[in-house]
């Protein structure tokens, strides 16, 4: 059964880099068949997609945020990870990372998401 | 930007069937999913590839996908599926999650 957890400081000041990680158990980041996510939910608010990443290395980021965000992984800690700098109010959210069995091309992607990780609030606050 | 969709809310007495739909341009052309989310829960697969159930997900839960709209039904709904319920689909490489639809089981 696959796991994902994910770790990190639960406040940031506005302006400084939030950074998380998803530590991924029951499974391999390394695995060709799947993509690894990270999505956000603002309080009260619906589901917001963040980025994607392949085992390569290569990645896919939502436009609005894609100046920001980075997306990388440790293989050896079977881990990926989230830094999204400058953070303001408005980046406050639970963050999800997730498994995505999926396909991208350099034009388009598919794939769903099944498994998630129980997400982790981030608050950003001075 | 893609848009998806969703009405806000939709009730539905138990036992009866609840359809959420959820609209895009041309979704019918690409695959939609759709995600259940409890308070204070993570989000639940529950239909993928527009009509597959994952394992565990009753067989109350189905999809479809045509045109310019994909729709989730639970037939029989049970006081157990009231939740947020999210579609998902692809705009190019950007990932799309639905406005979002409360379902509330009177």
């Known amino acids: 059964q696959v796991q994902l957890q994910e770790s990190g400081p639960g406040l940031v000041k506005p302006s400084q880099t939030l950074s998380l990680t998803c530590t991924v158990s029951?499974?391999?980041?390394?695995?060709?068949?799947?993509?690894w996510t990270w999505i956000r939910q603002s309080p009260g608010k619906g589901l917001e997609w963040i980025g994607y990443?392949?085992?390569?290395?290569?990645?896919f980021y939502s436009p609005s945020l894609k100046s920001r965000v980075t997306i990388s992984k440790d293989t050896s800690k079977n881990q990926f990870s989230l830094n999204l700098s400058s953070v303001t109010a408005a980046d406050t959210a639970v963050y999800y990372c997730?498994?995505?069995?999926?396909?991208?091309?350099?034009?388009?992607?598919?794939?769903?998401?099944?498994?998630w990780g129980q997400g982790t609030l981030v608050t950003v606050s001075s | 930007s893609y848009e998806l969709t969703q009405p806000p809310s939709v009730s539905v007495s138990p036992g009866q069937a609840a359809s959420i739909t959820c609209s895009g341009y041309?979704?019918?052309?690409?695959?939609a999913s759709w995600y259940q989310q409890k308070p204070g829960q993570s989000p639940v697969l529950v239909i993928y590839?527009?009509?597959k159930r994952p394992s565990g997900i009753p067989e109350r839960f189905s999809g479809s996908n045509s045109g310019n709209t994909a729709t989730l039904t639970i037939s029989g709904t049970q006081a157990m599926d009231e939740a947020d319920y999210y579609c998902?689909?692809?705009?190019?490489?950007?990932?799309?999650f639905g406005t979002g639809t409360k379902v509330t089981v009177l």
């Open positions: 997730a498994r995505s069995p999926g396909h991208c091309s350099s034009t388009s992607c598919t794939g769903y998401f099944d498994y």
């Open positions: 029951g499974g391999s980041i390394s695995s060709g068949d799947y993509y």
């Open positions: 990443m392949y085992y390569r290395g290569n990645t």
């Open positions: 041309k979704l019918g052309d690409q695959y």
């Open positions: 590839q527009d009509s």
């Open positions: 998902q689909a692809w705009d190019t490489t950007t990932g799309v």
